[in-house]
């Protein structure tokens, strides 16, 4: 071994933490902010609006990754920090202004736009089932550094002002990728599979938990290859691209949470 070699082995032998990417930090609705919180031995715990957030080692410091909702109003923000001794602190940062397109489509099945009374209720129960695996919180430390989860083209962004049949509809929670019916879905980085089912809008769909608060959900698959409570290794296949639930062509719909808060994807790779 060469001792630029035997240097470079050593370094990331003894500071695993300096490897850590993070995902690029954008401080907008719908964006990622980075809080440089300082050193200690153990990890603080960090709030955002009553939600724990994801708090990391990166060389001698932790730092707080803050999913910043879609509809959050530019100006002054704060996360509340517990250090392991109890000490209290406040962290500040600026939200900015970003701007979202505006995206009109047109669904012509009457059933996925006025849903009748069996509809709703299972609408209700899946958003039940959404919801509480949103919730999860685990302690693996996540890694921020995604592989895009399939081949194709991204045909829709997050955050996208989304308007169906001329009705205004929540923004866009996830990103887009198009190609044929069986296309391939991989786990983006390592995870555990927290939510398979078939749902009335997303079609069949699989959750995965990264660590901390760090989700990610695959939508409108023709087949869910995992169980519940299996662990993925980056790129595993979870399933197969299709055109279940409510759709206009074959896609996946793939959505990133940071503390239960829809983010742009986009921040978590870089761009081919
Ligand atoms: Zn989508």
């Not at 929670?173 to 009335?200: C, E």
Request: hydrophobic share 40%; charged share 25%.
């Amino acid at each position: 071994m060469s001792a630029m070699r035997a240097t470079l082995f050593l370094i990331l032998f003894l500071c695993p933490s300096l490897l850590l990417a993070l995902p690029t930090a954008l401080p907008a609705p719908g964006g990622v902010a980075i809080l440089d919180l300082g050193p200690s031995q153990d990890a603080p715990r960090a709030e955002f609006d009553g939600e724990r957030v994801a708090v990391v080692r990166t060389e001698n410091s932790w730092r707080a990754v803050v999913g910043l909702p879609l509809s959050l109003e530019p100006g002054d923000q704060r996360i509340e920090v517990t250090w392991p001794d109890g000490r209290r602190s406040r962290h500040g940062f600026t939200v900015l202004h970003r701007d979202y397109a505006e995206s009109r489509i047109t669904i012509r099945e009457e059933r996925m736009i006025s849903p009748g009374p069996d509809d709703l209720k299972r609408i209700e129960a899946d958003r039940v089932r959404i919801r509480a695996a949103l919730a999860t919180w685990s302690d693996a430390t996540p890694d921020f550094d995604f592989a895009v989860p399939s081949e194709g083209r991204f045909s829709s962004g997050f955050g996208l002002r989304r308007f169906i049949n001329d009705q205004p509809r929540n923004p866009h929670s996830g990103l887009d990728i198009a190609a044929p019916v069986g296309t391939p879905i991989h786990a983006p980085a390592p995870g555990r599979v927290i939510l398979t089912g078939d749902f009335f809008y997303a079609g069949k769909a699989v959750m995965l938990d990264h660590g901390h608060g760090l989700l990610s959900f695959y939508a409108h698959l023709d087949s869910i290859g995992v169980e519940e409570g299996q662990r993925l290794e980056r790129g595993a296949r979870l399933g197969t691209m299709g055109m279940t639930g409510r759709v206009t062509g074959p896609h996946l719909h793939w959505g990133v949470y940071l503390n239960r808060t829809p983010v742009d994807p986009e921040l978590f790779f870089t761009r081919p």
